[in-house]
Antibody, heavy 118, light 109 residues
Framework: EVQLVETGGGLIQPGGSLRLSCAAS????????MSWVRQAPGKGLEWVSI???????YYGDSVKGRFSISRDNSKNTLYLQMNSLRAEDTAVYYC????????????WGRGTLVTVSS | EIVLTQSPGTLSLSPGERATLSCRAS???????LAWYQQKPGQAPRLLIY???SRATGIPDRFSGSGSGTDFTLTISRLEPEDFAVYYC??????????FGQGTKLEIK
């Protein structure tokens, strides 16, 4: 079955770090463009970061310099390293696969909740 | 930065009715770069439409997308009970690479 499963969310204090994982099955993470998208409680969707199949990475302005996207091809897993966390980073974090073209997301995981609070 | 504005914020309709959701961009968007998603409570978004008018795999033909330039529309021809959800438009472009509209909640009247 083709799916994405995120793990690693939880409660973390401001200034702390957390690493999210997204395990893919049924397809290869390394052969696809992959992104992280987040959704604050009761709010809309915000794109966070993308990793190209070739390895290039890009970030939204709100997380640039604090978050880092990576992948482990042997584990077929996508990661999001989040440092210097702030209250406004509280959200459900989804990993998403880009479709045949980079401009849309055709497969989403169920998400993992990150809560930044003291 | 391209900002997407969706209207209305909430749409109240009955099953069997036709729904028309709007997405307006602050600058012209290539039709190829406009997508629509459906999100139900507690679930991840699901791709409905890409390239402004192409239905994603498995999406019923009662869903259709149209538009160009700065004005795009998602139409649901006859609402089924499972269609009541929040709908987002999304564009691909320059900084940020991806942006979403704020969503339209489609609720049962």
């Amino acid at each position: 079955e083709v799916q994405l499963v995120e793990t690693g969310g939880g409660l973390i204090q401001p200034g702390g770090s957390l690493r999210l994982s997204c395990a893919a099955s049924g397809f290869s993470v390394s052969s696809n463009y992959m992104s992280w998208v987040r959704q604050a409680p009761g709010k809309g969707l915000e794109w966070v970061s993308i990793i190209y199949s070739g390895g290039s990475t890009y970030y939204g302005d709100s997380v640039k310099g604090r978050f880092s996207i990576s992948r482990d091809n042997s584990k077929n897993t996508l990661y999001l390293q989040m440092n210097s966390l702030r209250a406004e980073d509280t959200a459900v974090y989804y990993c998403a696969r880009h479709g045949s073209y980079i401009w849309y997301f055709d497969l989403w995981g169920r998400g993992t909740l990150v809560t930044v609070s003291s | 930065e391209i900002v997407l504005t969706q209207s209305p914020g909430t749409l109240s309709l009955s099953p069997g009715e036709r729904a028309t959701l709007s997405c307006r961009a602050s600058q012209s968007v290539s039709s190829s770069y406009l997508a629509w998603y459906q999100q139900k409570p507690g679930q991840a978004p699901r791709l409905l439409i890409y390239g402004a008018s192409s239905r994603a795999t498995g999406i019923p033909d009662r869903f259709s997308g149209s538009g160009s330039g700065t004005d795009f529309t998602l139409t649901i021809s006859r609402l089924e009970p499972e269609d009541f959800a929040v709908y987002y438009c999304q564009q691909y472009g320059s900084s940020p690479l991806y942006s979403f509209g704020q969503g339209t909640k489609l609720e049962i009247k």
